[in-house]
């Protein structure tokens, strides 16, 4: 199989030589030119034609925002926007995915040697999928052939596996959905379906820190229902989603009959935090039958055999089809899993729910 063939354009030398090596350290990956501006950029364009354009959001001659329309009008290419950590930043990211961008990672930053590992499995995957939603063809990912491959841990790290036998107690109803690539899009379509005294939502989205916080602000100003990044103890209630903070886990939790969500740290699990497979695990042991989860769009397997859990645990669980996402591999997982109730497109899943929800 050919490798990802990848053109990196950032104005700074140092992002440009560590995400080079961050890629190339991965057998599947190949940086086939860098360019420090746009320009440079288009000019790499007509003598490679990438399968993947990770591209700078501000940048001198021409900002990214504005090259990533010209690029999308002109010759659409999977791009990932590579942004900075404030919050003018990722207001940019924003826009960049509303643009047509695929998805986001931050600027590798150096310190830690497990924060440079993490990074580089995370934007790495993020590589891989973006290669999957090129027009007109899905790329087969190859499993890597690294030597040394970090421990792709289980919601076991967070949750252990437990019983919902205690939910007979309440039944308000509970809303767990998972996504990933193409799901902030997906997310909108979803919530903007939803009136304002919904169910109660749970959400995971893959997304780094700091931007979850402006996707929610985003959300909220064109939903019904309150849309907010989740902090540790709130409540989940009629009317209101909340959403996963960034680098964080969230576990959905039960006194009496309030559900709240616990936000904390942890390991990356099925090489993501937040996971999907957290959520899900925690929703499947408090809410059980009270419980509707949904997967949506993603690559990999985050969150496939948590929805069997919850499966399991009496939950009704919804795949969103192939034909509506942006990559179908975390729905499909959990359908092979055998977790899935139902397959349905994406603007079916919004009335399925609240019908699940009466």
Same mark, same amino acid.
């Given at each position: ?237 009629? !009317? ?11 576990? $959905?939790? %039960? *006194?009496? +009959? #309030? &559900? ?5 740290? !942890? ?11 957290? $959520?899900? %695990? *925690?929703? +499947? #042991? &408090? ?5 509707? !989860? ?65």
């Amino acid at each position: 199989m050919s490798k990802i063939k990848v053109l990196i354009v950032d104005d700074s030398a140092l992002v440009r030589q560590t995400l080079c090596q961050m890629l190339e350290s991965d057998p599947d990956i190949e940086v086939v030119g860098t360019a420090s501006d746009p320009y440079m950029a288009a000019e790499r364009l007509k003598s490679v034609v990438p399968d993947v354009i990770t591209l700078d959001i501000e940048m001198p001659r021409m900002d990214g925002l504005t090259f990533l329309q010209k690029l999308m009008s002109q010759h659409p290419l999977p791009v990932v926007m590579c942004s900075s950590l404030s919050a003018t930043g990722s207001e940019s990211a924003l826009r960049a995915l509303e643009y047509g961008a695929v998805d986001i990672i931050t600027k590798p930053r150096m310190g830690a040697k497990q924060f440079i590992e993490e990074s580089r499995q995370t934007i790495c995957d993020i590589i891989k999928a973006a290669a999957a939603t090129r027009p007109g063809r899905r790329r087969p990912v190859a499993h890597s052939t690294l030597k040394e491959v970090a421990p792709k841990y289980s919601a076991d790290v967070i949750l252990e596996r437990g019983s919902s036998r205690a939910m007979i107690q309440t039944t308000e109803k509970v809303v767990a959905v998972g996504a990933s690539t193409g799901g902030t899009e997906a997310l909108r379509i979803f919530l903007e379906m939803m009136p304002e005294d919904a169910p109660g939502i749970v959400i995971v989205q893959h997304m780094p820190e700091n931007f979850t916080a402006a996707f929610a602000r985003r959300l909220d100003s064109l939903c019904r229902m309150t849309v907010k990044e989740a902090e540790d103890n709130d409540s989940v209630v009629r !009317g209101r989603a909340l959403i996963a903070p960034g680098n964080r886990h969230m576990l $959905l939790k %039960r *006194s009496g +009959a #309030r &559900y709240y969500v616990e936000i904390k740290d !942890g390991p990356l699990v099925s090489r993501h935090r937040p996971s999907v497979d957290v $959520l899900f %695990r *925690s929703a +499947a #042991r &408090y809410a059980g039958k009270n419980l509707v !989860g949904v997967i949506m769009t993603g690559m990999g397997d985050d969150g496939a055999r948590s929805m069997k859990e919850m499966f399991d645990a009496g939950a009704t669980t919804i795949a969103q089809d192939e034909a509506t996402c942006v990559v179908f591999g975390m729905p499909a997982e959990a359908i092979k899993h055998g977790g899935v109730h139902k397959v349905l497109p994406l603007t079916q899943i919004a009335p399925e729910v609240l019908r699940l929800c009466l």
